[in-house]
T-cell receptor, first 115, second 115 residues
Framework: DQQVKQNSPSLSVQEGRISILNCDYT??????FLWYKKYPAEGPTFLIS?????DKNEDGRFTVFLNKSAKHLSLHIVPSQPGDSAVYFC??????????????FGTGTRLTIIP | GAGVSQTPSNKVTEKGKYVELRCDPI?????LYWYRQSLGQGPEFLIY????????DSGLPNDRFFAVRPEGSVSTLKIQRTERGDSAVYLC?????????????FGNGTRLTVT
């Protein structure tokens, strides 16, 4: 049972344009969501997160939107740069007083930025 | 070295053998996690330590898998009687605990191949 789904295995975007990566989840207990970026032969690197009490969080070129009623989140990258080419993982957790605990990851979307 | 360090980076072993994978977390991080990433999948949770104790080992697939963190820092993931299906990249991550602003920091992983 895939609780976090990234239905697009790959995405190609022209440099300078907006990249939009999507993620859906099924577990209504999830209340904290993160995006990780992964280059080949490296571990995932934290990019941006959002708590369920918000619907938007922005950090520079990266913005995450959360639609709780639809159980959907998206990552917007604008403008897209060649260095953004990587695999992007959506992840979710059920928070607690101890902070983010185990994460459930999606299967990833490979983003390619075309120069 | 400020990041999470995992050794070895690659391990090839024969079916039925025993392997140990080591993780050095970021200094001062009390939480340590092991994940496993199979080809084409996202990282899958195995076990989480808070200090020396395993706070959640619900992701360990069976009793051939065991992990320890005796002094609350370095952790070792142990796999007995390895099977070809154990082949994957094993990722370790660490984080501070206590709030949502402490994302997981991943190492580069150990690629385990069971022949």
């Amino acid at each position: 049972d895939q609780q976090v789904k990234q239905n697009s295995p790959s995405l190609s975007v022209q440099e300078g344009r907006i990249s939009i990566l999507n993620c859906d989840y099924t577990n209504s207990m999830f209340d904290y969501f993160l995006w990780y970026k992964k280059y080949p032969a490296e571990g995932p690197t934290f990019l941006i997160s959002i708590s369920s009490i918000k619907d938007k969080n922005e950090d520079g070129r990266f913005t995450v939107f959360l639609n709780k009623s639809a159980k959907h989140l998206s990552l917007h990258i604008v403008p897209s740069q060649p260095g953004d080419s990587a695999v992007y993982f959506c992840a979710a957790s059920r928070g607690s007083n101890f902070g983010n605990e185990k994460l459930t990851f999606g299967t990833g979307t490979r983003l390619t930025i075309i120069p | 070295g400020a990041g999470v360090s995992q050794t070895p980076s690659n391990k090839v072993t024969e079916k039925g053998k025993y392997v140990e994978l080591r993780c050095d977390p970021i200094s001062g991080h009390t939480a340590l996690y092991w994940y496993r990433q199979s080809l084409g999948q996202g990282p899958e949770f195995l076990i989480y330590f808070q200090g020396t104790g395993a706070a959640d080992d619900s992701g360990l697939p069976n009793d051939r898998f065991f992990a320890v963190r005796p002094e609350g820092s370095v952790s070792t993931l142990k796999i007995q009687r390895t099977e070809r299906g154990d082949s994957a990249v094993y990722l370790c991550a660490s984080s501070k605990q206590g709030n949502y602003n402490s994302p997981l920091h991943f190492g580069n992983g150990t690629r385990l191949t069971v022949t």
